[in-house]
């Protein structure tokens, strides 16, 4: 009997493990993932805050990546029932409880100004609030907050429930996932994709998608034009009492602060360009700590919960690559920078319905 070559998705975090899921439901199958480490957990994905905030995080130089990202807001709700339909209730829900951007400062209240000022030209839904407002939204906010911009719209979701159903979803379709298999490099003959390198293995295959994020350019072979480097993100992760729950994520431009339907207040993050150093250091946990009291006092009696590092994908312009590449066969989707949680349910369709293009360029007759 021929056995069927599979479709091999590099990287085991929010984009392979929703590529993965994808795929299998358009019966592109059988789908394995190869993931260096653990599945979720080893991902930038793991140490993220799980921020649905287009509107919050739109910078002044990155309008197409706020467009894309309301685009794939919009995109969460089928995202998620194809998901339920598959694992039922381990599904997360979508948060919407909007997003506060304060400012502790007389420096910080002009920056939201021109914040503010930005957001109405682009007709993005914002409201300027004084500090007494802020508060009246989020109780817990310091007395030092004099102006914020609410941003109703935005949402959250606890990303780590969403890996873990995904991973049950991939996994129940009859996807297989290969931890600790690490991939040294994509064999391509004839200017086409054909397998994987693993130790001593080689892995043919049908298809191969680089997912792997910050890694996705330390994998030999390939396409040569893919650059991505590691931005490390320090962050700390608080247990929050009844006393002390945030009702929606706020933020600073120092720091952000955001609760998680599980209890945790995530505290964030550093944007690092040290390479792949992974070690939490002292001083960047104490400048985000104090950042994050100054904007809510009540933290200083949390108990810390974990204190982690994560490595954002970033390209040079910080726009993702996603679909096909300049190898037959061979596909790509990261670069997702500060956004791929947000990101996930478009960058998945925008590679799978890539996939099947190829696909049915390659039925059509000549
Ligand atoms: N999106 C949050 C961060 O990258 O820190």
Redesign the pocket.
Known sequence: MIETKPHLIIGGGIMGLSIGCRMLREGLSPVEIFEAGEIGRSSAAWV??G?LSPRA?AGFEDMDIYEEGLRSLERYPSFLAALQEEVGEIVPEIDRCGALLCATNRDQARELDRQFEFRMRMGIPVQKLSGEEARDREPLLATKVIAALWLEADAQINNRTLLHALREAFVKRGGTVREHTPVSEIIVKDGEAIGVRTGDEERPCETITVAAGAWSSRIGGGSRSVAVRPVK?Q?IGLRMTPQSRLRQPVRTPNV?LVPKDDGRLLV??T?EEVGFDARVIAGNVMELLHHAWELVPAIYDLEVEEVLAGF?PATRDHRAVMGRSNVHNLFYCTGH???GILMAPMAADTVVNAMLEAKTELAEPC
């Open positions: 993220a805050a921020m995080e993100g962050m952000y964030g993050a944007a954002r920078w500060r956004h």
